[in-house]
């Protein structure tokens, strides 16, 4: 090979510089090709490793940008793509609902499917079935109405969420943590925990509203969404929803309040109804009302606030109980309670003669004004003891059941039961409470082994080591609340 012949090969090698329309002075070596096309329509992924559409992130750009503009084109951001991630995002085993498909029979011919109901979605044609009723047993022994969604229906509503949430997630305030994406109800736990022991709260206002995902008033939700969404056609599908009714054994019927409960949209529904109805008249009442520090920590529709001064709790007592009223909605009498709590809750109740500070509940957890090792005050969490009691009543059940079931069969399942309690509940300051939840677990294991036969002789210190070989043992997986709340909240959120 000549020389000219090398400086042709080298030319071809080469890649020109990052000079904007102008010959490049000198040549540079070329680089590797970047995995993906910056010109592609998608960005971010999603939980199902698919690509969010770029179009979602200019509307949740021009959300942030400008609080109270309407979007009045928001269907078209219900793609074909954006119903197949719905599709996959359903949780495949879940009952069928009154048309009787399931996950598995919808996606032999998925695209087919999912094209035809993207064609009535947009033409107006797409129907809105009735929600199956069914009941499930509560922890106080009551039933808890549950309503099973179609699956297109399940489909449209999570597609139709995931736009609106664009919106919203730029509207919700801090302390808002129920049912929004990437936030847990650890997190809320968190707010709380960091609310109390870094702010002067003395008293908690621990409120909860009576019957609620039945009693929203569907005139002022409507009223409430058209406040940032003008597509009629959106507004259209909500109304479909909640007039749809409820079949329960053959029988229709359309109550005149509330979302239908299991349905994948009411989440966000019932979410926009209290951001309008509490979360911004509650800051509003702080900024303009309260003579000391307050917080608001809300999962959907458990209500927590912490006051400094009684004053204050129970004026905002008052006007929350107005202010509901105005909305249909009600205080539940006997779960609202106003309860003298923190730092210095102990003290003063002991020098006015009274027992010690009450608790209240959230989130599973009973909160207890405690004390570290060197006297300090600690906010201290407890699983609740009525929840647990009712899981071991649940554990005891199944037990029953596969009570013929090989003692490794046995023990596989009982390991994912406890493993996924212990997920939740292995809060700093509750270990007690995990070691008796598995103590509980091994002594029901026990007396199922011993019935299966009556010379069984499976003693307390053979099953605690079959336990010790199944079962994990009990041990704190969660940070300290301050902690992981720092690291979410780098900069801090007074809203959060």
């Given at each position: 090979?000549n020389?000219?012949?090398?400086?042709?090969?080298?030319?071809?090698?080469?890649?020109?510089?990052?000079?904007?329309?102008?010959?490049?002075?000198?040549?540079?070596?070329?680089r590797?090709?970047?995995?993906?096309?910056?010109?592609?329509?998608?960005?971010?992924?999603?939980?199902?490793?698919?690509?969010?559409?770029?179009?979602?992130?200019?509307?949740?750009?021009?959300?942030?940008?400008?609080?109270?503009?309407?979007?009045?084109?928001?269907?078209h951001?219900?793609?074909?793509?954006?119903?197949?991630?719905?599709?996959?995002?359903?949780?495949?085993?879940?009952?069928?609902?009154?048309?009787?498909?399931?996950w598995?029979?919808?996606?032999?011919?998925?695209?087919?499917?999912?094209?035809?109901?993207?064609?009535?979605?947009?033409?107006?044609?797409?129907?809105?079935?009735?929600?199956?009723?069914?009941?499930?047993?509560?922890?106080?022994?009551?039933?808890?109405?549950?309503?099973?969604?179609?699956?297109?229906?399940?489909?449209?509503?999570?597609?139709?969420?995931?736009?609106?949430?664009?919106?919203?997630?730029?509207?919700?305030?801090?302390?808002?943590y129920?049912?929004?994406?990437?936030?847990?109800?650890?997190?809320?736990?968190?707010?709380?925990?960091?609310?109390?022991?870094a702010?002067?709260?003395?008293?908690?206002?621990d409120?909860?509203?009576?019957?609620f995902?039945?009693?929203?008033?569907?005139?002022?939700?409507?009223?409430?969404?058209?406040?940032?969404?003008?597509?009629?056609?959106?507004?259209r599908?909500?109304?479909?929803?909640?007039?749809?009714?409820?079949?329960?054994?053959?029988?229709?019927?359309?109550?005149?309040?509330?979302?239908?409960?299991?349905?994948?949209?009411?989440?966000?529904?019932a979410?926009?109804?209290?951001?309008?109805?509490?979360?911004?008249w509650?800051?509003?009442?702080?900024?303009?009302?309260?003579?000391?520090n307050?917080?608001f920590?809300?999962?959907?529709?458990?209500?927590?606030?912490?006051?400094?001064?009684?004053?204050?709790?129970?004026?905002?007592?008052?006007?929350?109980?107005?202010?509901?009223?105005?909305?249909?909605?009600?205080?539940?009498?006997?779960?609202?309670?106003?309860?003298?709590?923190?730092?210095?809750?102990?003290?003063?109740?002991?020098?006015?003669?009274?027992?010690?500070?009450?608790?209240?509940?959230?989130?599973?957890?009973?909160?207890?004004?405690?004390?570290?090792?060197?006297?300090?005050?600690?906010?201290?969490?407890?699983?609740?003891?009525?929840?647990?009691?009712?899981?071991?009543?649940?554990?005891?059940?199944?037990?029953?059941?596969?009570?013929?079931?090989?003692?490794?069969?046995?023990?596989?399942?009982?390991?994912?039961?406890?493993?996924?309690?212990?997920?939740?509940?292995?809060?700093?300051?509750?270990?007690?409470?995990?070691?008796?939840?598995?103590?509980?677990?091994?002594?029901?294991?026990?007396?199922?082994?011993?019935?299966?036969?009556?010379?069984?002789?499976?003693?307390?210190?053979?099953?605690?080591?079959?336990?010790?070989?199944?079962?994990?043992?009990?041990?704190?997986?969660?940070?300290w609340?301050?902690?992981?709340?720092?690291?979410?909240?780098?900069?801090?959120?007074?809203?959060?």
């Amino acid at each position: 090979m000549n020389g000219t012949e090398k400086s042709d090969s080298a030319i071809v090698a080469v890649k020109p510089a990052n000079k904007a329309r102008q010959m490049a002075a000198e040549w540079v070596e070329p680089r590797a090709g970047t995995k993906g096309n910056t010109g592609q329509p998608h960005t971010r992924r999603t939980q199902s490793r698919c690509s969010v559409p770029q179009g979602l992130d200019r509307v949740r750009n021009a959300a942030r940008l400008r609080k109270k503009e309407k979007f009045s084109a928001l269907l078209h951001h219900v793609t074909v793509e954006v119903l197949w991630d719905a599709f996959l995002a359903l949780k495949r085993h879940a009952a069928p609902g009154l048309d009787g498909v399931t996950w598995d029979e919808y996606a032999v011919d998925l695209e087919r499917n999912l094209q035809n109901l993207h064609t009535r979605i947009h033409c107006g044609t797409y129907r809105a079935l009735p929600v199956k009723r069914r009941f499930i047993p509560k922890a106080d022994g009551k039933q808890r109405p549950l309503g099973i969604t179609s699956l297109e229906d399940k489909i449209v509503q999570r597609a139709v969420v995931v736009v609106l949430s664009e919106i919203y997630e730029e509207d919700f305030l801090g302390f808002s943590y129920g049912f929004r994406p990437g936030r847990s109800q650890h997190d809320a736990l968190d707010a709380l925990a960091v609310g109390i022991d870094a702010t002067a709260v003395n008293w908690i206002l621990d409120a909860d509203i009576r019957s609620f995902f039945d009693k929203i008033d569907r005139q002022w939700l409507v009223t409430f969404l058209k406040h940032r969404i003008g597509d009629e056609r959106i507004i259209r599908l909500v109304r479909k929803w909640l007039k749809a009714g409820v079949m329960d054994d053959g029988v229709w019927s359309l109550g005149e309040a509330g979302t239908p409960q299991g349905a994948v949209v009411s989440p966000l529904l019932a979410n926009v109804f209290l951001h309008y109805v509490f979360d911004l008249w509650a800051v509003q009442w702080r900024r303009r009302r309260a003579t000391g520090n307050v917080i608001f920590v809300r999962y959907a529709d458990d209500i927590v606030a912490g006051f400094e001064h009684e004053a204050d709790a129970r004026q905002f007592w008052d006007a929350m109980r107005l202010r509901f009223g105005q909305f249909s909605l009600e205080l539940h009498g006997d779960k609202t309670r106003l309860l003298e709590f923190g730092r210095h809750a102990a003290v003063r109740r002991k020098r006015s003669g009274l027992s010690k500070p009450e608790t209240f509940t959230f989130l599973g957890f009973t909160h207890i004004c405690g004390r570290t090792r060197r006297g300090a005050f600690q906010l201290q969490r407890k699983s609740r003891v009525d929840r647990m009691r009712a899981k071991l009543q649940e554990i005891k059940a199944q037990l029953r059941e596969r009570m013929h079931d090989s003692i490794p069969e046995q023990g596989r399942w009982l390991k994912a039961v406890v493993t996924g309690y212990f997920a939740y509940h292995a809060v700093p300051t509750n270990v007690r409470a995990l070691g008796a939840f598995r103590y509980h677990v091994t002594d029901l294991w026990r007396r199922t082994l011993r019935r299966r036969s009556q010379k069984d002789g499976m003693t307390w210190q053979r099953v605690a080591k079959i336990a010790e070989a199944w079962l994990p043992s009990p041990r704190i997986l969660h940070p300290w609340p301050n902690r992981r709340f720092v690291v979410k909240h780098p900069r801090w959120e007074p809203s959060a």
